[in-house]
């Protein structure tokens, strides 16, 4: 088993780190965050992830993790794993400024055969430049990619179940690390893919371009299907049948959001821009879902006549079910539209209300229920199942107009039609 040492215990860091442990390695996880580090010493989860807290209280009770504030000197540490944030700047280029302070800081307290391995998503050429920095100051560090593709919500089933793992690396050194670290998910049969640094941060950004470009494709889609009289989720059942198309990432929404798809989608056409290298489609992505919000709050006004002053519930504000990450979410920014137009929001989110209150200011309640009394209309933005399970008929008697607009088309539409609610969702008829 490794020895293993993680810097960031975000998303990736925590939940990676989590399952090493579990897997059977010794993994300590160093964090800036005193807060956030203090509360997982007590076995506390600062975000909501499902199935991570059992994970991780049996790797604290086996002895296998541990979480510290700073970097403490190891000549022991088979890997550092780097999992701090890539934010985006003004223009668009990944923010590397935490990547290079992390790397140089590991160089610092741990022995040059400790493999540094970059975890968080970073633009080709990456590991290759802070190769030649660290060389330049006289460490002999090796740099390795290994981009991470978990999501969140399903944080912990896609890392212990991935697709495939990939690693960039400049040595047989190197693949050997990799190898003995994943070798409790390789012998399970999961593939490994062994590549240049550059390749493998451009896989990464590849995928997440690929992904949002599905998700774009498909709202211009349901845009078309509302103009012709066609039906958005038969056509998507329609075309997923077909393997070379498959049925995952074409669920009709309020556009793509998130911490990766837009700021990832920014920096690999920065990046393309820089180079010179034309990306028209990847440039058409950005621009089709920076127009969906607006689009969708049109609908809602040409529905209400005008939002001044109207009461609307809103359902939901993470950037999808299953997380309390608002960063970059298309609800937040329908949010933010409402309420520029003198809308009166009324919100409720299971998991993300704290974080939503950091961005926008509404009124917040403890249920969907409450959210939506009195009520000029509900919308649901995020695909939370509880808002499928509500009592629509409870909720209607409690309105001012029993009006619903369904940006995720969660509801059953013969289920709402008996209540007789104004119904409307995204590429199919509503009703009235
Ligand atoms: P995050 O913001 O949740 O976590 C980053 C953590 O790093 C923070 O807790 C911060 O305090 C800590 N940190 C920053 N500088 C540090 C330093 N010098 N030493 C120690 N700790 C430091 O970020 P995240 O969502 O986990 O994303 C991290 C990277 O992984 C990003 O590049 C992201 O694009 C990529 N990624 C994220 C996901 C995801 O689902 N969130 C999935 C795949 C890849
Ligand atoms: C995404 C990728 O799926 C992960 O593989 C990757 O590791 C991660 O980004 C990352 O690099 O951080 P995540 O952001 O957690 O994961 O969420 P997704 O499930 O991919 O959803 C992204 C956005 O697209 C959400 O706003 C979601 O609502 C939207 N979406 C997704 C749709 O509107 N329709 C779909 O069919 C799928």
Known sequence: MAKISFIGAG???????????????DVKCVDLDENKVSKLQKGQIPIYEPQLQSYLNESIASGKLSFSNKIESDTEIDAVFIAVGTPPKEDGQADLSYINQAILDCADAYSPDSLIIIKSTIPPQTCQNIQLMLRQKGFKHEIASN??????????????????????????????????????????????????????????????????????????????????????????YGMGKDKRIGEAFLKVGPGFGGSCFPKDLLAISHLSKEKQE????????????????LKLVNKIKNVLSTLKNKRIAIFGTTFKAETDDVRSSPAIKIC?????????????????????????????????????????????????????????NKIKNNMRKACLFDFRNLLDQDLIKEIDFDYHCLGKKGHN
Not at 15 to 20: A, C, N, R
Not at 278 to 293: K, M, P, Q
Not at 338 to 362: C, V
Not at 370 to 383: G, K, N, P, R, W
């Open 278 to 293: 034309l990306n028209t489609i990847l440039e058409a992505v950005i621009d089709a879902n920076e127009a969906r919000s």
């Open 11 to 25: 998303y990736v860091g925590l939940v990676s780190g989590t399952i090493f442990a579990h897997l059977g390695h």
């Open 336 to 392: 933010k539209l409402l309420l520029d137009n003198g809308a009166d929001l009324h919100i409720f989110d299971p998991a993300g209300m704290d974080n939503t209150a950091k961005e926008i200011s509404a009124s917040f309640h403890q249920n969907p229920y409450d959210a939506a009394m009195q009520a000029d209309c509900i919308v649901i933005l995020t695909e939370w199942k509880i808002f499928a399970q509500l009592d629509y």
């Open 147 to 236: 981009p991470e593709f978990l999501r969140e919500g399903s944080a912990v089933t896609d890392f212990l179940e991935p697709d495939r793992i990939i690693c960039g690396i400049s040595s047989d050194k190197a693949k050997k690390v990799f190898e003995k670290i994943y070798l409790p998910l390789t012998k399970k049969g999961y593939p490994i893919i062994f590549t240049d640094t550059n390749t493998s941060e451009l896989t990464k950004y590849a995928s997440n371009s690929f992904l949002a470009t599905k998700v774009a494709f498909i709202n211009e889609m349901a845009n078309l299907c509302e103009t012709l009289g066609a039906n958005i989720d038969k056509l998507t």
